[in-house]
Each structure stands twice: as structure tokens, then as C-alpha cells.
């Protein structure tokens, strides 16, 4: 495991439990942060600090615990769901590590250390544009000037950038839900467990305590490996359990530079595999290749360090390694609920 894999640990670690001590020290530090958040949003109420409207409904899909939750596969099926209503959504992010701070539109062919990992795999699933900039107002703004059809914005993550308006606010947690409950660097919150929401969506099969209990529960579903040479060739997770021949187990290790690496390696023991861990970083570049070396046959990745590997000389050709695609499975009323609460009354 990396060093900085070692350090995001111990921190989940200390965020999960009010009993650690270390959690007590950093409390006053977290009650300091907690007051610039409330004083940071009600100068946006008073109007002190700018915020704008977009002419067409914004959706913000967000969340208050640090880290990954699942909102790049969440933001993808409601573009999906929206277009198979008729709908014409468009996406703005503001692509961690994104090289450009201006608005960029992102291209299926884009590089994903120019415009971030994240839009790239939207851009690519979610079949409708996707912008990314700093200032995801004047991205919102350029996304409609280039693509005049849009009739409803996505805004991957944003939960806290106040200064875009917003028709429905949806925040995302996983099993964790809200840690310990502080706010960082005490806890994992960004914002305090209470702030207003429109709607709320678990990535898992039960809500923790804390979420409200009318939250929508989200699954990813991955049942297939897609080879990184040749994404044509696709096989069941099952079948990686032995060899091709049937003759001996196949050597598996499974890599993920995600939010939260334990959730995909849950679910590839859900499907029977037995394999090595190697958690990487959040967003990790794959500059250097940390499969060198490794006396595996197979590599499970994600499909969001796919679109990494797939752009490095040192990765792209190796067949070893196997992308495994994830489908959010949620009931289909949450697209019904988010158009009732757009057409009611907008929110600041």
C-alpha cells in the first residue's frame, strides 16, 4: 500500500468512531471550520456574496463526507434516465486535477490529465455534453451557448459551491454515512449532517444512521470484465475465478484509485473471486506503473482509472489488465421526484 494510502486510511479510521482520541484534539479546529461554513452560507443568503441562475433547471449531485461516494456513477444514470425521457441534460464538473481552469468542453477522446478522469467517463456513458471549469457558472454558461438544447443541467459534485443557483439539491453517501459525525478535520463532513437537501440517495443496500430514512438506495452492479487491449472482449467476473482452460486458478489482483477502494473489492468478492489488494490514491495519475512487477495474470481495475491506464504507453498494451464496468441500479421514481421538486419552488 502507498504512503498516501496508509495516511486516507488512518484518517477513515478516526473519522469512524467519536471515541478516538485524536478526534478530540482536532475538535476545536473542526468547530472553528463548522462557523465559517455557516458564516460562508448565510453571506450567500444575504446576498453578500454573488451567486447566479442558469436559464434551464440545474441538479447538483453532491456530497457532505470527504471522499468518494458513487456520484460519478449516479450523475451518469440520471443523464441516462433524463434522455430516455426526452430530456436533453448536460453535464458541468470541475475535473479534479483538470489542467485548465477556464471552461474546457470534454471531448470521448479527451485526455484525462487535461480535463480529469471523472468528465471523461461521463462524457463517454452518460451520452450528452460535459463541461469542466473552476467556475462551474461560467461553465454552465458556455456549456448552453455551445449545446442550445440542453433543458436541464447536471452538476457533477458543487454541493458546496454556492455561487451557482440551484433547482434540486441530491446528496450522496455510502455505508459509512456520516462517520463520526464532525466536521473536518475531525470528522469526514464538509458540511453539517443537517443541511437542507432535496433529496438524499444511499450507495449501498440498507441507510446508515444519521441519513434520513426516505433516501433512495443506489446499487453498482458489475457483472463482466472488458480486456483494456480491446474492450470488445468481455467475459463474466465468474469466469475469472479459473483459469480459461479450467485447469488452475488464475492469479488476481485487484487495483483501485477510487474515493472508497473497499467498495470495489466488495464487490468483486460478491462474485466469487479470491484476489490481492492494492488501493491506490483518489484520482491516482498512473505516471509511474504500479504493476510493474507483479507476478499476476489478471488486473482488475475501475473504468475510472481505465481512461488513465488506456492513455499511458506503459499500461495500454499490457493484457493483463481487465476493466470492470459498474451500473447504478436505483428505483426509477428518484427522475420522477427530481422533476416535481424542479418544477416547484427554486432553491438559492
Not at 65 to 72: E, N
Not at 161 to 190: F, K, M, T
Amino acid at each position: 500500500m502507498s504512503s498516501s494510502s496508509h495516511f486516507e486510511s488512518g484518517f477513515q479510521r478516526l473519522w469512524s468512531s467519536r471515541r478516538h482520541p485524536s478526534g478530540w484534539l482536532l475538535l476545536p479546529v473542526s468547530l472553528l471550520f463548522h462557523l465559517l461554513v455557516r458564516m460562508r452560507q448565510a453571506l450567500y443568503r444575504l446576498g453578500w456574496l454573488k451567486s447566479s441562475r442558469l436559464p434551464v433547471p440545474v441538479i447538483i449531485v453532491g456530497n457532505i463526507f470527504v471522499g468518494g461516494t458513487g456520484k460519478t456513477p449516479l450523475v451518469i444514470w440520471l443523464a441516462q434516465q433524463l434522455r430516455a425521457r426526452g430530456l436533453h441534460p448536460g453535464v458541468v464538473s470541475r475535473g479534479y486535477r483538470s489542467e485548465d481552469r477556464a471552461p474546457r468542453l470534454v471531448g470521448t477522446n479527451a485526455l484525462a490529465t487535461i480535463v480529469g478522469d471523472e468528465p471523461l467517463l461521463i462524457a463517454r456513458r452518460a451520452g450528452c455534453p460535459v463541461m469542466v471549469g473552476a467556475d462551474r457558472v461560467a461553465a454552465g454558461r458556455e456549456l448552453l451557448a455551445r449545446h442550445p438544447e440542453i433543458d436541464v443541467l447536471l452538476s457533477d459534485d458543487g454541493l458546496q459551491h454556492y455561487a451557482l443557483q440551484r433547482d434540486v439539491e441530491i446528496v450522496l453517501c455510502d455505508s459509512r454515512g456520516n462517520g463520526n459525525g464532525w466536521l473536518l478535520p475531525a470528522g469526514p463532513l464538509r458540511e453539517p449532517a443537517s443541511r437542507r437537501r432535496d433529496i438524499s440517495v444511499v450507495n449501498g443496500h440498507t441507510v446508515p444512521p444519521g441519513v434520513p430514512d426516505d433516501a433512495f438506495l443506489m446499487q453498482l452492479d458489475g457483472r463482466f470484465a472488458e480486456q483494456l487491449v480491446d474492450r470488445r472482449h468481455r467475459i463474466p467476473l465468474a469466469g475469472l475465478a479459473q483459469s480459461i482452460d479450467g485447469t488452475s486458478p488464475l492469479r488476481l489482483l485487484a487495483a483501485a484509485g477510487i474515493g472508497n477502494p473497499a467498495r470495489f473489492f466488495s464487490l468483486l468478492r460478491q462474485a466469487g473471486l479470491h484476489f490481492d489488494e492494492l488501493p491506490l490514491p483518489d484520482h491516482h495519475d498512473f505516471a509511474s506503473n504500479p504493476f510493474a512487477g507483479r507476478d499476476v495474470d489478471v488486473i482488475l481495475i475501475t473504468e475510472k482509472d481505465a481512461v488513465k491506464c488506456e492513455q499511458s504507453e506503459q499500461l495500454k498494451n499490457d493484457p493483463r489488465l481487465w476493466v470492470v464496468p459498474v451500473e447504478a441500479n436505483i428505483d426509477a421514481s428518484l427522475v420522477e421526484t427530481i422533476m416535481e421538486k424542479w418544477r416547484g419552488c427554486p432553491i438559492a
